[in-house]
């Protein structure tokens, strides 16, 4: 099941209110921050998850993917440029 | 479904070792094209007929000129607006940007073609060419044709180089196609002074 990032009425980003243990059913209320991670779409966490199994080669997960390198490198420098843009507006708003 | 995809953005999809090797066989397709035919590539987007004839020397020489100097700018480019592009993608784009015009080359050896165009001349010169003469349209259709390929060896061009340098601002496309415009001065430039033509 996937982990909603976007709030499906107002598309705003979705923050983390409730922790549940599954063992004794302990709840934590809060209002917690999602992990940069967690905030990524499927599609870039996968791609984070492949890079990293792959020892962080580019043109190995470039091979899997079918594309060329340019095109994974020019992937993984924009995701690298979002996710800057997130850390600095996460640390700018705490 | 044939799937167009790769065709129009082969740098996409393919290696560069895959892109390299048909950029290769293609360059000496093209050579091959000029040397057998009369044809001179004087330019980086040019294809005209030799009044003399092709050596295999100078048809080796026009499409290596043309890739040496389309590499070496937008090599120097393509760092400027992005440190980690690569000399192997650009080398690439120089080489496949290359096949529709080798291909719009073809086009030119139709002998219909050439009796039309021959037909031209002579109307021409006894002075009683019709604007609605079929060799007129012959020769229109096939002017149209060659545009295309031409405006679809541009694409590639840019195409592969924004792939290359990850470029995306409109800016860096404006000083692309003026480094375009350049490179096709360049070319001829270089090819018309340096193989005696």
């Known amino acids: 099941m996937k982990l909603p990032i976007i709030c499906p009425s107002c598309e705003h980003p979705l923050k983390v209110s409730l922790l549940k243990c599954d063992h004794c059913n302990t709840e934590v209320n809060g209002n917690y921050e999602m992990p940069i991670y967690l905030k990524l779409t499927h599609e870039e966490q996968q791609f984070i998850l492949q890079f990293f199994l792959a020892s962080g080669s580019i043109k190995e997960i470039a091979k899997q993917a079918g594309t060329s390198y340019p095109t994974m490198r020019n992937y993984m420098d924009d995701l690298i440029e979002k996710i800057n843009k997130m850390k600095n507006e996460s640390s700018s708003n705490s | 479904m044939f799937n167009w995809r790769p065709v129009f953005n082969p740098f996409e999809k393919y290696s560069e070792k895959q892109l390299l090797t048909a950029g ?83 086009l030119t050896l139709f002998p219909f073609l050439q009796k039309a165009s021959e037909k ?32 679809f060896a541009i694409y590639l061009l840019v195409k592969g180089f924004k792939i290359a340098a ?7 496309t404006v000083i692309l196609i003026i480094a375009l415009i350049i490179i096709e001065y360049l070319t001829l430039f270089t090819i018309h002074n340096f193989l005696n033509q």
């Open chain 2, 166 to 172: 990850n470029i995306k601002k409109w800016q860096h």
């Open chain 2, 24 to 106: 290769i066989l293609f360059f000496i397709i093209g050579c091959a094209i000029g040397y057998f035919y009369n044809l001179t590539f004087d330019g980086a987007i040019d294809i005209h007929y030799l009044k003399g004839k092709q050596t295999l020397k100078n048809a080796f020489l026009e499409n290596a000129i043309i890739i040496f100097i389309v590499t070496s700018v937008l090599f120097i480019l393509g760092k400027a607006f992005n440190r980690k592009t690569r000399l192997i993608d650009i080398l690439n784009v120089a080489l496949i940007y290359r096949i529709p015009i080798y291909l719009a080359s073809l």
């Open chain 2, 120 to 151: 031209i001349v002579n109307d021409l010169a006894e002075n009683k060419l019709k604007i609605d003469s079929p060799e007129i349209l012959l020769i229109s259709l096939a002017g149209i044709i060659l545009v295309v390929f031409i405006v």
